[in-house]
């Protein structure tokens, strides 16, 4: 078993074992099998990409063609224990519709995104002045799938307007933690634990 | 590799009791032809039915007694193949209404006579009733998985809805889970042109020696052009003439596209029966799984347990992605595992058939399971 992506890791280490999952843009399947496989989950996915489609089902997931945008309309509320959104936040049409998406389907729901206020992003930014390509970024701005660049208090303002419950968060920097109050700074990714009660 | 050629292995099941239909009647005497590759193991749970197609038959990898051509699915079902006879013992059975072994209108009635249009309409729901009989025969309480493609996967559709304890795993392949307008404009345009033909006689042509050739063949062809994307059309035929330099000004084959089609058409009438090609596509006309369940799709799969898996290819215009997609959400609805995925290919509704290697690989992750 190759080790999970950081932000991958964190939400396989806080997921209740033989709970039930959907991962939405569940990419090749990389944590539906990690959580079948360790935790006993009931992982469903959805994946826009039909060779990472092809891929999961070869790996015996049940993953369904579909755009989160459009396709996450179809799921029964409350139908599985946790909707979980890995680094594909920030590539929707309307991330907010999205995320009540999430919060619809799943009792709760793991979110994880990278920072755009990053230091090193805030950096590029300023002394280029050009969109940053960065290590975790590294896509130019004209075919990015990231269509929408947000920050770690930009996601804490959406979820305090909305009136979502964050029930946990991750912080991190390459493979090392930094606390809350950095976050903003010097996290290149954060996972939120979220819920609507 | 090349393997020897399968010659003819059917077998046929004589059906002790009448079968029940859904239009009230029930069918005597009848006969299922199929076949079967691979060992059923010990806990007889090892087996898949693969359901075939509207012109199809249970010759899915042995010659065509016909044609002589090989069966229609060998590049996906044999020794090492995405359906491993090796692993899985296969069964294919030729659904009643066919011509091809099992009993359709061209089979005698308990008269003596052919049944023609003495043969009573039947559904995808009562196809698969034979099929059921047949596991029954066999000794299997409980399938590995059912496959089909096109009209195929309605009846893995009817089966996992109507008899859900027969199989632990369904694969729909270009399918629908109810016929359209649009697909029931297509059948009625050949059923027409079937019983235009004089030579039709009200379906008892049988003793004439001579049966509607030329309806059914322009039947085959319209249909024909339903199984081909556009895009696949021009590829292989574009404007191109027919072994000639220039355009004749009458009305011979000029182009390629019309000399193919004319020889897919008579090509047909040479393997399939005129009245078959009418009840079979009744059948499929009248499939409707959603009404068979008082209107709402999920309904059709509250009791089933089974995993499930549909593909769909995104040059098919005839039962396009959107069907698909409507019986994915019915089954995420219901609850149950489903995968789902668009294929491309470019050679429309019958990709299923052809060489598209990622559904090679779709297939055998699935069943692998």
Same mark, same amino acid.
């Given at each position: ?101 999430? $919060?619809?389907?799943? &009792?709760?729901?793991? +979110?994880?995104?990278?920072? #755009?206020?990053?230091?090193?992003? @805030?950096? %590029? ?32 303002? $959406?979820?305090?307007? &909305?009136?979502?419950? +964050?029930?946990?968060?991750? #912080?991190?920097?390459?493979?090392? @933690?930094? %606390? ?18 | ?369």
């Amino acid at each position: 078993m190759t080790a999970l992506r950081p932000d991958l890791a964190v939400i396989a280490a806080n997921v209740a074992s033989g709970s039930s999952l959907l991962d939405v843009g569940c990419g090749d399947g990389t944590l539906m099998a990690a959580l079948r496989d360790q935790k006993h989950c009931d992982a469903r996915g959805m994946e826009l990409d039909p060779a990472n489609v092809g891929t999961c089902v070869a790996r015996g997931l049940a993953v369904i063609q579909g755009d989160a945008d459009k396709d996450l309309a179809f799921y029964p509320d409350k139908s599985v224990d946790y909707a979980i959104l890995s680094q594909t936040l920030q590539t929707a049409m309307r991330p907010d519709m999205v995320l009540e998406d999430l $919060l619809r389907i799943g &009792r709760k729901a793991f +979110v994880s995104f990278p920072n #755009f206020a990053h230091w090193r992003v @805030r950096m %590029s930014l300023l002394w280029n002045g050009r969109m940053p390509v960065t290590r975790l970024l590294p896509i130019p701005w004209y075919e990015t799938p990231n269509i929408h660049h947000l920050t770690i208090n930009d996601f804490r303002a $959406l979820v305090k307007e &909305r009136g979502i419950t +964050v029930e946990g968060q991750w #912080f991190l920097s390459g493979d090392a @933690r930094c %606390s809350a109050a950095a976050a903003n700074f010097r996290a290149e990714h954060a996972v939120f634990l979220l819920s609507r009660s | 590799m090349t393997t020897a050629p399968i010659l003819d292995e059917s077998k046929v099941l004589e059906l002790a009791d009448p079968l029940p239909l859904d239009g009230g009647q029930s069918l005597p005497g009848v006969r299922i032809a199929y076949e079967t590759h691979g060992t059923l193991n010990e806990a007889r749970n090892n087996a898949i039915l693969i359901c075939h197609a509207l012109t199809g038959d249970h010759h899915v990898v042995s010659n065509h007694p016909k044609t002589g051509k090989p069966g229609w699915w060998v590049r996906m079902v044999g020794p090492g193949k995405p359906i491993d006879t090796d692993r899985f013992h296969v069964i294919c059975a030729n659904v009643i209404g066919s011509c091809m072994g099992s009993t359709g209108p061209a089979s005698p009635a308990p008269d003596g006579e052919p049944w023609g249009m003495r043969f009573p309409v039947i559904t995808i729901r009562d196809m698969v009733r034979g099929h059921i009989a047949l596991l029954d025969a066999l000794g299997i309480e409980s399938l590995h998985a059912v496959v089909g493609g096109s009209m195929g996967g309605m009846q893995v559709l009817s089966l996992a809805a109507n008899f859900p304890e027969r199989t632990r795993a369904a694969l729909v392949i270009a399918s629908t889970a109810r016929h359209s307008a649009q697909n029931i404009a297509f059948h009625e345009v050949g059923r027409q042109a079937i019983m235009a033909d004089p030579e039709w006689r009200e379906g008892k042509y049988y003793e004439h020696g001579k049966g509607p050739e030329k309806g059914l063949a322009v039947a085959r062809m319209a249909a024909h052009i339903t199984y081909l994307s556009e895009e696949g059309l021009t590829a292989k035929f574009g404007r191109r003439l027919q072994d000639r330099a220039e355009k004749t000004f009458g009305f011979d084959a000029d182009f390629q596209i019309e000399s193919y089609l004319r020889y897919q058409g008579l090509s047909f009438t040479d393997r399939f029966d005129a009245n078959s090609y009418l009840y079979i596509t009744r059948a499929m006309d009248y499939f409707d799984l959603a009404e068979e369940h008082g209107g709402l799709l999920a309904n059709a799969f509250a009791q089933s347990k089974a995993r499930f898996c549909l593909v769909s290819f995104d040059t098919d215009w005839l039962y396009p992605t959107a069907e698909s997609r409507n019986v994915v959400h019915a089954l995420n609805a219901a609850g149950l595992p489903v995968s789902f995925v668009e294929l491309s290919a470019p050679f429309g509704h019958d990709s299923f058939l052809l060489d598209v290697p990622a559904l090679d690989r779709v297939i055998e992750g699935f069943l692998k399971q």
